[in-house]
């Protein structure tokens, strides 16, 4: 990565189209324009036209005005784009989703958390279906459910980092799929995926030798004997996020937090 000619701006408040456009070179291979408000479709028109080699591009914003244009028409240009952080883009719709689907077959990474995401689950279940490369995939409060997930696991066997945070309607069926698909898993992140179970959390520790990072946050049903076999069979395992997981006891909060690097800011009995 150290070899990339990058371009990186961030909490720019005062990067324009126009002053964008004007650093844009051919060969670019990342674009990183976290929090550029300013910046719109009319600069992923000009990404697209001036900076065909791009692998990697972030443009998470809280009030990004890019659209489904833009979008759409730097995927069209960038075929060999590997990497998109699109955290927080309310404006764009399963439109740019099936058309990511459709042209970027390289993707690896992608991240589309969204508090107001406008985004469907069927356009999701195309994304996983069509780029078979993805090892990496972010979907905070993105309504989806056991249907999506279980796709993404039997489509995506290079999976190993996948955010469910805030997907309520999960449940075991699908993170057991993931733990029969996704040998390489290392992150996984649960929290406020409030239906997962201990017999989920078991068949992930059986199967995914490679876990490094796992959060189990505001968890009512994962008890002691479970993360005690997290922590026997996943030598590997080095994180815990277990914030209030009511079931755990201080005394296994202790246990754990003498082993492992923990976030937990749930008060000990």
Do not use: W
């Amino acid at each position: 990565m150290s070899g990339l000619k990058k371009l990186i701006r961030e909490n720019d408040y005062e990067l324009t189209n126009e002053k964008l456009s004007k650093l844009l070179e051919s060969d670019l291979d990342v674009i990183e324009l976290k929090f550029c408000p300013k910046i719109n479709d009319t600069s992923m028109i000009a990404i697209s036209d001036k900076c065909p080699a791009l692998t990697e591009i972030n443009l998470s914003c809280f009030s990004s005005p890019i659209t489904d244009l833009g979008i759409k028409t730097l995927v069209s240009g960038c075929p060999s784009l590997k990497r998109m952080n699109l955290y927080s883009l309310k404006r764009i719709t399963d439109e740019s989703i099936y058309e990511i689907a459709s042209k970027s077959k390289f993707l690896q990474n992608i991240n589309l958390c969204c508090y107001e995401t406008q985004i469907n689950e069927e356009s999701i279940i195309a994304l996983a279906q069509s780029c078979h490369y993805i090892d990496s995939i972010h979907l905070g409060f993105s309504n989806i459910t056991d249907i999506g997930v279980i796709e993404i696991a039997k489509n995506c066997p290079n999976l190993k980092f996948i955010d469910l945070f805030g997907n309520s309607k999960i449940t075991d069926d699908s993170i057991i799929e993931i733990s029969k698909n996704c040998p390489l898993l290392q992150r996984l992140g649960l929290d406020e995926c409030r239906y997962i179970t201990d017999k989920s959390i078991i068949e992930i520790s059986k199967k995914c030798p490679f876990l490094k990072e796992i959060n189990l946050s505001h968890n009512q049903y994962i008890c002691d004997e479970t993360l005690i076999e997290l922590s026997r069979t996943c030598i590997l395992l080095k994180t815990m996020v277990i914030n209030h997981c009511p079931k755990i006891s201080a005394e296994v909060r202790t246990y754990l937090k003498s082993k492992y690097f923990i976030y937990d800011d749930s008060p000990l009995e």
